[in-house]
């Protein structure tokens, strides 16, 4: 009877806070699947709440140090400027990358002084080059998400406002985009790069997608399909694709193949964009089914110890080279959150909890329990640690709780929600400062120095799946919502 009447309670209380928080100011109500089962938010001493006062203390300290600069260096207690998505000028990154976060813990004071930023202050002009790639992911996945989740329409303005800016880099002679792009002039300026990465021109297609369906507008989705089959047509004979090609003619320049940093999101937007569609986009299923294939049967390895992790190659007549980086730990999420739409659901479900694995060995084998930026697999006690030549730093990267995130959703097992916490313990024992997180030097230092940086993808990514793991899956489910390869959340195409 008890148990009765504050179930009761706290589902009312729970519907009035969202009614509240989704209908307040310029909102109209979104349905972003809040379900009754949620109690994180009203339940003080659960973990998904103390997830949220690590967001708090994070934009907290952002916005008194850095407000209005990219991000924060919470040790030097200043804001530093990201080139990428702003030239010589900030574009506030931490705020835009940061405002689905907010919105979703129910930050509501933090989420209104953010959109207001975006009113007043936000700007993207000026003749300087921007990267394509991370504005996309970031600015453009920021305002998209803040759209989708508030029916917000300023948000939807600002995101085809900077997406008309990188128009132009289109205008080459194969349709994929030229790396950089200036925003100052009219036709882009002149490409001054001669390759392009395969992950940076393959991960655009879910936003551009989406801004297409919300506007009405299909020059977007028509320029990410054409690149989506020069890419295609870069393929080789093993089914591989090289993470360097070329834009101005399709050619690849070196034959370099990995899961980890510029290859790992366009195999996961492979897989996302024909979620994203409603099932629809089933030639993006084929070409991910393909590479996993051609991935799995040639970079694939198994270490000494039993620790299963794709290697990298560096040359065409060049071995696998035994070691990962942390950036390819998300595939282990793709993988399982793909698996049910493949030929292979168990195949790929087991890789996925296998690389999930890996990737934990890798923070369990070092005294501060966090992981270092890339890995290596030498046999013995060796494997998943760092070598000599390896960036032991830790960047507060995302990808590792996100596999953690898509495993717990999907199978359930406790063990998921276990190893994102001892994460988060791990987090405030070495990461947390005062004034912020902290990136840290090396990660096989039992008291690491402090690199001064916090990153916008910790507040944007690795924190908000943290905060989801220990959610109900009823918010934002896996069904209605694809995450950008930012976390930015993109409703699934008929869901809403
Ligand atoms: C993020 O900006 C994105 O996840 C991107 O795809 C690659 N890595 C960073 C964070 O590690």
Redesign the pocket.
Known sequence: MIVCILLAVGIVGFAAYFRHRLTDGHMHHVNIGFGIGNTLITNENTKGDYVRKMMKHAWDSYAEYAWGADELRPITKAGTHFSATGGLSSTGVTIVDSLDTLFIMGLMDEFHKARQWVATSFKFEGDFSVSVF?TN??IVGGFLAAFALTGDELFKVKAKTVVDKLMPAFNTSTGIPCPTVNIGRKNGGQCEEHKAVL?EAG?LHLEFAYLSEITGDNAYLDKVQIVRQALRKLVNSKGLYSNDIGFKSLETYRDEFSMG?RG??FY?YLYKSYLLSGKQDTDALDMYEHAIEAQTKHLLRTSKTGLKYFGQIHCGSCDVQMRME??GC?VGGTLALSARDTKDERGYLQLGADIAHTCRQSYQRTPVKLGPDDFEFNGGDLDAVSGIFSVKAH?L???VVETYFYLWRITKQQKYRDWAWEVVQALEKHCHTATGYSTIHDVYDSNPRLADNQ?S?FLA?TLKYLFLIFSDDSLLPLDAWVFN???HPLPVHGKK
Do not use: K, N, Q, W
Request: net charge negative.
């Open positions: 991370e992911i970031r992950a991960s940093g790992d999101s996961e942390h950036l998300f960047f990267r995302p990808e990153p993808y990514e390869t930012e976390a």
